[in-house]
């Protein structure tokens, strides 16, 4: 394809209600959404960086420069672009794997619409709806947790992820057990707030019967994630330790996790997060997808690749009235405990252009020549 234009756009959506991880509270989302057009078809894509930096060193005013100064100009000027030439074509730039994994999407989306071709086709997608899971923040007392989850399990919500930190670990976890039963899908997330100083306490989730505990230490300590799953019967789980296939391949050498966590945003992009699939399929190492607040564009991409075969655990793909009153495409809806894969043509979505118009911040366009 030859890419004759990109727009970068800025969005903001509120939130239904704040969301408090170990890293801070997010009362809106604030989203940087790429569109590039071809002679034939349109595509979007959505980079997941956050407002700051404390998930990972990007950021969403640091993605929109990057893009514009470093990855925009080499797509405008190639001749001919896919999305498998696309990672080579961008490789002189180091890291920024959120800002180039928005513009993979974009193109990606753009030449499966121009095949008629779904995300979920071209990706080897192999089944037409996912389980959802949902995420559960931090919340000011265990009542009120207790009173958001049962919410969520009335709405059919397959599997409940807690927000942990320390001081807010054993008991909400002790509380939702003890309310719900032992048959409730149960796991946590501790954004890497620990060290391995906290090896018997975190022991002590051993109790709850979890499905995995989530990037309990530091995304740089695999030796202390494996040391740490050599003394825990929970499966630990890696999130932001793993940003490439190959840092997958090292941390499952390491014996450093049990089951990883693939977010497409945070690897890359969409075919370096089934690389990820495949190099975890092969060494028995079960995935699931997670989530960044996507609107209902990186919603439908994460939905595809969550029907891979080894996405095996129910993802934090939820239904868009989690988290947004009103999504920038038509909205997801749970049925059944589940989300509908989409089958139209590339993502099978598009932003509603007057939805999209009203939550716009800014917009900037790049064009070949």
């Known amino acids: 394809m030859k890419i004759e234009r990109v727009t970068l756009r800025r969005i903001s959506l509120p939130l ?5 991880t170990s890293l801070g509270i997010e009362y809106e989302r604030s989203a940087l959404v790429v569109r590039v057009t071809t002679p034939d078809a349109e595509g979007w ?3 997941v960086a956050g407002a700051d930096a404390s ?7 640091g993605a929109e420069d990057v893009l514009r100064r470093h990855l925009v100009p080499p797509l405008l000027s190639a001749e001919s672009v896919t999305a498998h030439t696309l990672a080579p074509l961008l490789a002189a730039v180091k890291g920024h794997r959120m800002a180039k994994s928005a513009l ?36 000011d007392s265990v009542p009120e947790l207790i009173d958001a989850v049962a919410g969520y399990l009335a709405q059919g919500y397959r599997r409940i992820k807690l927000k942990i930190e320390p001081g807010w670990d054993l008991g909400p976890v002790r509380a939702v057990r003890e309310r719900f039963g032992d048959d409730l899908l149960l796991q946590v997330d501790a954004n890497a707030a620990y ?9 002590r989730l051993d109790d709850f019967d979890l499905l995995l505990i989530e990037q309990p230490l530091d995304e740089e300590d695999l030796l202390g994630h494996a040391a740490l799953a050599r003394s825990l019967r929970t499966p630990i789980c890696l999130d932001e330790s793993v940003v490439s296939a190959r840092s997958a391949a090292d941390a499952i050498a390491l014996g450093a996790c049990h089951i990883i966590n693939v977010k497409p945003g945070r690897v890359g992009g969409y075919l370096e997060a089934r690389r990820i699939h495949d190099v975890c399929a092969a060494s028995g190492i079960p995935v699931w997808c997670g989530g960044m607040l996507e609107t209902g564009l990186g919603r439908a991409g994460n939905a595809a690749l969550a029907a891979l075969p080894n996405f095996t655990l129910p993802g934090d793909i939820s239904a868009s009235d989690r988290y947004y009153d009103t999504d920038i495409t038509e909205p997801f809806v749970l049925r059944d405990g589940h989300l ?26 790049l064009r070949r020549g």
């Open 16 to 20: 239904v209600a704040p969301f408090r």
């Open 45 to 47: 894509g959505e980079c």
């Open 195 to 203: 060290t391995r100083a906290d090896v018997r306490h975190l022991a």
């Open 104 to 139: 993979e999407m974009a193109v990606l989306d753009a030449e499966l619409r121009s095949y008629g071709m779904s995300f979920a086709a071209g990706l080897g997608a192999v089944a037409d709806r996912v389980p959802s899971g949902v995420s559960v923040g931090i919340m």
């Open 55 to 61: 998930y990972s060193s990007e950021y969403v005013e």
């Open 340 to 365: 509908a894969v989409p089958t139209g043509p590339g993502l099978g979505v598009a932003p509603i252009p007057a939805v999209l118009a009203e939550v716009t911040t800014a917009v900037s366009e």
